[in-house]
């Protein structure tokens, strides 16, 4: 932790940036955030987001990243979500026919986006006529109620299970995570002892769609002159390492900074760089 973000940032053209921890929390924005970032456009470079997060469409999540005299400083063709690969699943696999799922009426946007119906999973019992069932978002829903209907969903049906967002926990603010969608489908998965289909980070995949983004704009762009920016070492350095990339290890969500030594040598995930934050 000795080199400022802007530092690093330099050496860079194309900047790939998780969402939560590192730009912002559960109570929005970091505060400088959106300065970092207009700095980082006046200097020359591509941003892009790459986030597991399926709560929201690509165009409202650019909404976050509003500039108040130079507008949208990151657009939703520069947001690369889990909840797309898991559209592009249901899209080629599912085709047709309702998908039950859990979450917020606006995360719905990823089975609309394939094709086929969107049902809350309150509104189905365990014989509804579903083809799948897709986890969302870990919010706008009965923890205890719904929880339940959806595993004797699963008790009587055999229907795939989509794992949207793989993250087990998510930042609240600088000193709380709060538990996300990837840990209740650890638990559904254990409980019904299916194997459910899991997209986001670490999967290389999230990584290839930025880079092929990036390269359309900067043909001949090298992994060498990228970096992605995290706050988790077992999916974001791990996914950006995985691809091949130079990777950052903000301590502003879910890594602390008195553990971080600890987790490196007990993970053997080694980032390129640490920093506090990307206001650090």
């Known amino acids: ?95 047709s026919g309702r998908v039950a799922y859990l979450g917020k009426p606006s995360a719905a946007y990823y089975v609309e986006a394939a094709g086929v119906a969107a049902v809350p999973i309150a509104q189905c019992d365990a014989d509804a006529d579903v083809r799948a069932l897709a986890l969302l978002d870990d919010e706008g829903f009965d923890w205890q109620l719904d929880l339940n209907r959806a595993l004797n ?45 899991r997209f986001g980070k670490p999967d290389a995949l999230m990584y290839a769609h930025a880079y092929e983004k990036a390269r359309l704009e900067r043909p001949g762009l090298d992994k060498s002159q990228v970096l992605m920016v995290g706050d988790t070492l077992d999916t974001d350095v791990l996914g950006g390492n995985k691809f091949g990339i130079d990777t950052l290890l903000v301590l502003s969500g879910n890594t602390r900074r008195e553990r971080v030594e600890m987790q490196i040598e007990s993970t053997g995930i080694i980032p390129t760089y640490v920093c506090g934050s990307i206001l650090t």
């Open 1 to 95: 932790m000795t080199e400022h973000f802007s530092q690093i940032a330099a050496r860079y053209d194309v900047i790939l940036f998780d969402a939560y921890g590192v730009l912002k929390n559960s109570a929005g924005l970091l505060p400088g955030a959106l300065e970092v970032l207009a700095q980082l456009i006046d200097a020359g470079k591509s941003l892009y987001v790459v986030t597991n997060d399926a709560s929201r469409a690509p165009d409202v999540m650019a909404r976050s990243y509003l500039h108040p005299t130079r507008g949208e400083l990151i657009s939703g063709a520069r947001h690369v979500t889990s909840g797309l690969l898991a559209t592009e699943f249901l899209r080629n696999k599912v085709r």
């Open 153 to 197: 969903l699963l008790r009587r049906q055999n229907i795939p299970v989509v794992v949207a967002n793989a993250d087990p926990t998510y930042p609240v603010d600088a000193e709380k995570v709060a538990i996300a969608v990837g840990s209740l489908g650890d638990l559904m998965e254990r409980i019904v002892h299916k194997r459910f289909i």
